[in-house]
T-cell receptor, first 115, second 112 residues
């Protein structure tokens, strides 16, 4: 069964360092998303991406964050200068249609720990 | 403010028993409501998706109901198994946006 894969599964970094989280969405999907979940809290929407550009972003997704799909398969989330409060599980998701109607398939997540 | 509230926060049941989880939402404009299962440290997995016109939807031993008038949903799990131990999250989709609103989840533990 097709699945969304994410790497790394766990990354530890120092505050102020740049981090790139990678995702390989399901191959025929067109819509891509990043969500995050701080330990013990709700899953929160970060950003959606379609047709090689950001469709929508939340207030959390500030200038420290960026996304791109550099090679047509990988979908990456970059945090330019990490802060302690960026420590969370980051989930990538993809869907074949827009998320307000279609089913989202989530990856297993990348746990980011900022020290 | 768009919110999704779930109850109970946690639940312990014995294997083979049934249980019902509750979800109340104040989300507008509403598009659909989803239930996800999330194992500890894993990504959410979709169980059901319901639009406002659907009252009930089943997926194996999982049956979700939706009352769009009262803005309430429930997830009923029949004949629970040890593998049902997980968090069950109610998620509401806003109309014409990409943003999903997640609840805090109900942590279910099934004991033998």
């Amino acid at each position: 069964e097709p699945e969304v894969t994410q790497t790394p599964s766990h990354q530890v970094t120092q505050m102020g360092q740049e981090v790139i989280l990678r995702c390989v969405p399901i191959s025929n999907h067109l819509y891509f998303y990043w969500y995050r979940q701080i330990l013990g809290q709700k899953v929160e929407f970060l950003v959606s991406f379609y047709n090689n550009e950001i469709s929508e972003k939340s207030e959390i997704f500030d200038d420290q964050f960026s996304v791109e799909r550099p090679d047509g398969s990988n979908f990456t989330l970059k945090i330019r200068s990490t802060k302690l409060e960026d420590s969370a599980m980051y989930f990538c998701a993809s869907s074949g249609t827009t998320s307000d109607t279609g089913e989202l398939f989530f990856g297993e997540g990348s746990r980011l720990t900022v020290l | 403010k768009n919110q999704v509230e779930q109850s109970p926060q946690s639940l312990i049941i014995l294997e083979g028993k049934n249980c019902t989880l509750q979800c109340n939402y104040t989300v507008s404009p509403f598009s659909n409501l989803r239930w996800y299962k999330q194992d500890t440290g894993r990504g959410p997995v979709s169980l059901t998706i319901m639009t406002f016109s659907e009252n009930t939807k089943s997926n194996g031993r999982y049956t979700a109901t939706l009352d769009a008038d009262t803005k309430q949903s429930s997830l009923h799990i029949t004949a629970s198994q040890l593998s049902d131990s997980a968090s069950y999250i109610c998620v509401v989709s806003l109309y014409n946006t990409d943003k999903l609103i997640f609840g805090t989840g109900t942590r279910l533990q099934v004991f033998p």
